[in-house]
């Protein structure tokens, strides 16, 4: 059946004064990676005009005494806490690393990576339909053997020794990176030394025993938000004979709205249509309706598997690699970029301004703008900024008119409208900072999902441009271009339609398996199953300090903005 949807550190020692870091390159010609290893001394002799410009504060690594003292205790239980918390998508290790810290100072190293690993196994153990009723599995009936009896092929080879089937102990790793210090780009650490714990989580696939009758099996799917491209290529993965060609086109077969009924009256009907599997296809929100109705179908000790598939194109669930529909919303956002591009390389004084969806995280502009190399400046939430004043987005623009007669900006549309808390190390002391970007005025109006109902950040900047270039004096052509429902109704892309195709298998396999309040989905380039619980706890983001963000000031050129 297919439905529609219905503080925990003390301070620490006093701080030393802030050193400040030599500016950016941001007047040679060019841009790249060659560019960004240009000294300040360099950049003086290339620029015709010197542009002012200061940096972010770089605070000292404060040297700790050998011996052990609370001041040591104090600082190294600070800065460590704060470097793992800065990446909001290392929620685990974010909540995990104050306890760890005070094992390892407590009692020893390893004692802190047992505790972690034990923690880790037990928040990563999948729900399964098991765990309240007494169910004795039966063998699949799921092979790509010609013969596909379950009692052997023509050969007499048994089914059992088919090894097209993922047991039941196999494991991913989720990280693969060893970071040396807690200072490294975006290092991800449980403790000062930054120990290395292996992450496991369980790989996802076909099993030799299910808990479900093939043939008896009642199964409903659900899409529920925006539009997103390859929607239709994970409901075809479910019942191909009903729904063999609509992959071909864009939208969702199914319809898409936002809100709903009460859990329970969704589970009410779930029971009277004596419904065994729910496959629900949507973002942070709808995993965390899916794991909703899981627990109300455990409470009632109902047999139904409730499986989520991560659809967005923000790419904002935590620990996932990517979610289905981002590739081809990048894909789609270069085009819109080009364009920009061509539009303000050809008029004089041209400003080509694109606007892409990121409601809470920046993804989609960081790729699009690091993919197409056209853009100039890129804005997206996770990164404060400012438009006014002497080290604003304006008076960077006003360089780039002058030195290079055209430029591209590309805005995430949360841009500047987002108050993030961002922790910062400086002489190991917890600082929290609010971000001062709050550029627009905010209604507290929201959608039928419960989300805030953004300012357009697009319009804003447009005229916020054109103003500012009619005060000075100086002709600017601003080009505005909107593609928000252009990325996101179109057909998925190749890269997109295999992850769709594979993800709407692994649901499948997943719920036949007897899983339940879990979300298919790929880590570490693996296809995984990860318990609803831990990706819901916040929205993935942009790390400002992870290399990818790196890459794209690197490939941008741009210099910060506050």
Same mark, same amino acid.
């Given at each position: ?11 620490? #020692? ?9 500016? =950016? ?26 542009? #002012? ?55 020893? %190293? ?27 599995? =039966? ?15 023509? $050969? ?75 929607? $239709? ?14 992959? +071909? ?49 455990? %409470? ?54 694109? %606007?892409?969806?990121? =409601? ?20 997206? #939430? ?51 900072? =609010?971000?001062?970007?709050? +550029? ?23 005229? %916020? ?40 298998? $692994? ?56």
């Amino acid at each position: 059946m297919c439905c529609s949807p219905a503080s925990l550190c003390p301070p620490g #020692p006093t701080t030393t004064p802030p050193l400040r870091r030599p500016p =950016r390159a941001r007047c040679v010609e060019g841009r790249g990676a060659a560019s960004e290893y240009h000294s300040a001394a360099t950049t003086r002799s290339l620029c015709s005009t010197p542009f #002012p410009h200061r940096s972010p504060v770089l605070r000292p690594r404060r040297r700790i005494p050998a011996s052990p003292s609370s001041a040591r205790v104090a600082a190294a239980l600070v800065h460590t806490a704060s470097v793992a918390a800065f990446n909001k998508g290392s929620n685990f290790i974010r909540l995990f690393s104050f306890k760890c810290q005070r094992v390892h100072l407590q009692e020893n %190293k390893k004692a802190c990576s047992t505790k972690f690993q034990e923690d880790w196994d037990k928040r990563f153990n999948l729900p399964r339909i098991t765990d309240i009723y007494d169910l004795k599995p =039966r063998p699949t009936t799921f092979s790509l053997k010609k013969n596909r009896s379950p009692a052997g092929d023509e $050969n007499g080879t048994p089914m059992d020794k088919w090894n097209g089937y993922v047991n039941s102990d196999d494991r991913a790793l989720l990280k693969v990176i060893k970071y040396s210090s807690p200072n490294s780009a975006g290092a991800e650490c449980i403790d000062p030394d930054c120990s290395w714990v292996e992450q496991w989580v369980h790989r996802a696939g076909p099993r030799k025993e299910i808990y479900y009758e093939p043939e008896e099996v009642k199964a409903a799917i659900v899409t529920c938000g925006g539009l997103c491209p390859g929607l $239709n290529d994970v409901i075809r993965q479910l019942s191909r004979h009903l729904v063999e060609n609509i992959n +071909l086109a864009g939208g969702s077969f199914l319809g898409v709205s936002r809100g709903g009924a009460k859990t329970s009256e969704i589970v009410d009907s779930i029971q009277a249509r004596r419904i065994d599997m729910l496959f629900v296809l949507g973002g942070n929100g709808t995993h965390a309706g899916a794991n909703a109705i899981h627990e109300e179908c455990r %409470k009632r000790k109902l047999k139904v598997s409730v499986v989520a598939v991560p659809k967005t194109i923000d790419n904002d669930i935590l620990l996932m690699d990517k979610t289905f529909g981002f590739d081809t919303a990048v894909e789609e956002a270069q085009r819109a970029i080009n364009s920009a591009y061509i539009e303000a390389r050809s008029a004089y004084h041209g400003i080509g301004l694109v %606007k892409l969806m990121g =409601r809470s995280s920046g993804f989609i502009a960081m790729h699009a703008s690091l993919s197409s190399g056209q853009v100039d400046v890129c804005l997206i #939430p996770e990164v404060p900024f400012t438009l006014d004043g002497e080290y604003g987005v304006l008076r960077h623009l006003e360089h780039l008119l002058k030195t290079k007669g055209f430029c591209v900006v590309c805005v995430a549309e949360a841009a500047g409208q987002i108050q993030l808390e961002a922790r910062e190390s400086r002489a190991y002391d917890l600082v929290i900072l =609010r971000s001062l970007q709050e +550029l627009l005025q905010k209604s507290g109006a929201t959608d039928a999902s419960g989300n805030v109902i953004l300012s357009d950040i697009g319009v804003h900047m447009q005229q %916020k441009i054109k103003m500012h270039f009619k005060d000075i004096g100086v002709p600017a052509d601003v080009k505005y271009i909107d593609p928000t429902y252009m990325v996101r109704a179109c057909r998925a892309n190749a890269s997109d339609a295999i992850l769709c195709t594979v993800l709407g298998q $692994n649901a499948v396999h997943g719920a036949f398996a007897g899983f339940s309040g879990i979300t298919s989905c790929i880590c570490n380039t693996h296809y995984v199953y990860l318990p609803i619980t831990e990706v819901i706890t916040a929205p993935k983001r942009v790390n400002p300090n992870s290399r990818m963000w790196h890459r794209c000031l690197t490939s941008t050129g741009q210099p910060d903005f506050h």
